[in-house]
Structure formats: C-alpha cells, structure tokens
C-alpha cells in the first residue's frame, strides 16, 4: 500500500487521513501538526500515524498531504523542499480551494496538485458520513491529478478537473453559492427583525421555502426556479417593498436593489419582456426617496 504523510491534520486533514486508512488507500505514515498535542489527537483519530516532531524529522512517502491554513502552505512547501530524501517519485498535494498548484514549486522534483474538497469540515465526525457525494476539483500535474482521482474516487467523492487559471473564478462560483446564501439568509432575517417577527419564527418560516428553493434551483435551474414580483414583472410590488425598506434600514433597501438587478437579469433570460424588465430595472436603479 502506498504512504501517505500528513502536514496540518486540522478538519479536513484528519478526516481524509481517516478514511483513507479505513478504505485502505493509504497507510498513513507521520503526522506533523503545530503542537505536539494536536499531531497526538489527530493520529488518534486517524487511528494510526507517527507523531514527528518536525517535516525534517518525517520519513519518506510515496505521497505528501498539506492541511494547514492556506497562509502556511508557502513556507511548508519550503520546507518540504529543503528535505534530503528524494521526492523525485512523491506527489504532494494541498486543498485549498483560493490557491494552485504552483505554490508547491519548491518541492519539485516531486509531482504537484491542488485537491479542492467542495464541502465544509466543521465537524470532522459529521464529514466521516457525509463526505461521499461531494465533488472534488484537481488541478496540477498529470500524475498527481491521477493519483488523486483514484483517492477521492475510493473515497466514494467525485472528481473534476480544472484548469489552473480558472482556479480562482472555480472558487469564486462556490463562493456565491455557499457563502453569499448565507448572507442572504442574513438580510432576510434582518428584514422579518425589522417587520417584528422573532429569529425563531423567522427560521421555522424560513425552513421550507429555502429547501424548496434549492431544489428547484438544482432541478429545473434557476431561469425556471425565479418566483416572486420581478419574475411576473411587478412594479408596483416592487416599489412599495423599497419603500419599506428604505424606512426601516436603507442599507437592506441597498441590498435589495443590487440583487433585485442580477433578478431582473435572469427574469429577462426567464421570459419577461423588454418593457416589464427595463421599468424594473430602472426602479431598482434610483435611490428611493
Ligand atoms: N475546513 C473546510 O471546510 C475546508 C474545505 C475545503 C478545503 N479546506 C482547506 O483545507 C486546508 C485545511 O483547512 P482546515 O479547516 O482543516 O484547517 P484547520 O482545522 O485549522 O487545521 C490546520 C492544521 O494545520 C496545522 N498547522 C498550522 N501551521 C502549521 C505548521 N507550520 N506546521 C505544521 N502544521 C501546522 C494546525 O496545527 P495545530 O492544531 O497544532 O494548530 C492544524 O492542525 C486549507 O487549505 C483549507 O483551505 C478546508
């Protein structure tokens, strides 16, 4: 079996090296966290790894895993660099979503790539379980890449390929996905506040509309998933909702004309006419009085 160390076994690092051990991909060779106590942690929930003091002290292996913070990854790969075993035949990976392959320039002549998870490790056990099912995107040398395809593929995960320049606007659609939904739960939840209904209902209100939503994004896309008074061309609706968001907190009246625009955008994709989208986009243009 080949073997597999780990620099930074945090969430993502300890939950990989564990199911890899468990599937039998990898044997997990040493482990080199920041504080002793952490490296010691992690192999425990590995289940197997030998605690290294230093990336000096680690032994060789067929394949190296970068996990800490994206800020360390630079001077880790120095590091893993300045090594005097030979990593000629190594692949050496990281899992940053924001960065490539070539900040592991300096481990040459080792194979390089990036292996970007497309899911959240806020609780390693949970990832134990949910992980299978989530895509991973590879990018980087062609026999990295292809080591890493068949080690997310036994993870049950599945594996797309991009190219290095298009990393950054690859993470950015994540982005607008995962972390914009999220501030947009915000202002809606800043709007019910503000119309005196508590978090509470607010969520539960929330709860069913928002998985519909999503599905129907995901199942008929989101021409055919846009509901509401810009997709029926609405004006007058539209209108009296910046009204009252303009008196209750301007900067949600802000929000709502700057997504109401990327609304108008896809509801003229969608169908709606020249006319009902030029009047609605000039609506959401001017600063209500
Ligand atoms: N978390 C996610 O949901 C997620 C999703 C996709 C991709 N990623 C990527 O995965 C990578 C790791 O993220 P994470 O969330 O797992 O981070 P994390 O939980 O903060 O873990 C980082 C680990 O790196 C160790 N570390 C920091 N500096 C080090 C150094 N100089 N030498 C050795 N070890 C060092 C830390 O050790 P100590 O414990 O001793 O401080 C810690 O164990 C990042 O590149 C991130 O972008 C994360």
New binding site residues.
């Given amino acids: 079996m080949q073997t597999l160390n780990i620099?930074?076994?945090?969430?993502?690092?300890k939950t990989l090296g564990r199911l890899w051990r468990q599937r039998q991909v990898f044997e997990i060779g040493a482990i080199?966290?920041?504080?002793a106590?952490?490296?010691r942690d992690?192999a425990a929930f590995i289940g197997a790894g030998d605690a290294a003091e230093s990336?000096a002290a680690m032994p060789d292996a067929d394949c190296w895993l970068i996990?800490?913070?994206?800020g360390?990854?630079a001077?880790?790969a120095e590091a893993l660099g300045r090594r005097r075993g030979d990593c000629g035949r190594a692949v050496v990976f990281?899992?940053?979503?924001?960065?490539g392959s070539a900040i592991l320039e300096p481990c040459r002549p080792a194979a390089a790539a990036s292996a970007?998870?497309?899911?959240?490790?806020?609780d390693p056990a949970l990832s134990l379980e949910t992980l299978p099912g989530s895509s991973v995107a590879l990018e980087g040398d062609s026999r990295a890449v292809e080591w890493l395809h068949s080690a997310f593929t036994a993870l049950d995960c599945v594996p797309l390929t991009i190219a290095p320049e298009n990393k950054s606007l690859y993470h950015a659609g994540s982005v607008f996905a995962c972390n914009y939904l999220t501030a947009l739960m915000d202002l809606s939840l800043r709007t019910f506040d503000a119309a005196g209904i508590d978090r509470e209902q607010a969520l539960r209100l929330l709860q069913p509309i928002v998985l519909q939503t999503a599905r129907n994004n995901l199942q008929l896309g989101p021409e055919k998933a846009l509901t509401g008074p810009i997709a029926r061309g609405d004006g007058t609706t539209v209108s009296a909702q910046l009204e009252a968001l303009q008196a209750a907190d301007p900067q949600l009246a802000q929000s709502y004309r700057q997504l109401g625009q990327a609304c108008v955008e896809l509801a003229r994709r969608g169908g709606l006419g020249e006319e009902a989208s030029e009047r609605l986009t000039e609506l959401l243009s001017e600063p209500t009085k």
């Fill in positions: 620099i930074g076994a945090g969430k993502l690092g080199c966290n920041r504080t106590e952490s490296t992690a990336i996990a800490t913070g994206n360390q990854i001077e880790i990281h899992c940053s979503g924001a960065l970007h998870p497309v899911h959240s490790f806020a």
